[in-house]
C-alpha cells in the first residue's frame, strides 16, 4: 500500500520558519518525483516544489518560493523535506506532498502524481 505522510506545519510568526517532512512507503521511493503542493482557503491548489527521482535530483520552485524554500530528499528514510525560511502570511496553506513515476514537468497540474498525502497546515501570522 502507497502512503505519504506530511507533518511539520504549524503556527509561525512572518520571517519565520518550517521544516516540512513528508514520510513514504509502498513504492520505489528514489525513481519517484516527489512535490509539494499547497491550497490556501478559497484559492486553487498550486505546486510549490518538486524533486526529480534520485539519478536526476534536480529541483524546482515556483516563483512565490524561491530563495526561501528548499526541497531535499532522504533515500534512507523514504522522505522528502521542505525547509521553510523567511515565511510570509500568503504562505498560509494547507500543504500536500505527492509522488509521481515521472518528471517534474509541469508538476502544478501534471495528472500523473497521483499518490497524495493527507495535508499539514502551516499558519503564518503577519
Known amino acids: 500500500e502507497v502512503q505519504l505522510q506530511a507533518s511539520g506545519g504549524g503556527l509561525v510568526q512572518t520571517g519565520g520558519s518550517l521544516k516540512l517532512s513528508c514520510v513514504t512507503s509502498g513504492f520505489r521511493f528514489d525513481t519517484y518525483a516527489i512535490a509539494w503542493f499547497r491550497q490556501a482557503p478559497g484559492k486553487e491548489r498550486e505546486g510549490v516544489s518538486c524533486?526529480?527521482?534520485?539519478?536526476?535530483?534536480?529541483?524546482h520552485y515556483t516563483d512565490a518560493v524561491k530563495g526561501r524554500f528548499t526541497i531535499s530528499r532522504d533515500s534512507a528514510k523514504n522522505t522528502i523535506f521542505l525547509q521553510m525560511n523567511d515565511l510570509k502570511p500568503d504562505d498560509t496553506a494547507v500543504y500536500y506532498c505527492a509522488a509521481s513515476p515521472w518528471t517534474c514537468d509541469h508538476y502544478s497540474t501534471s495528472p500523473d502524481f497521483r499518490f497524495w498525502g493527507q495535508g499539514t497546515l502551516v499558519t503564518v501570522s503577519s
Open positions: 524533486i526529480r527521482n534520485k539519478s536526476d535530483g534536480g529541483k
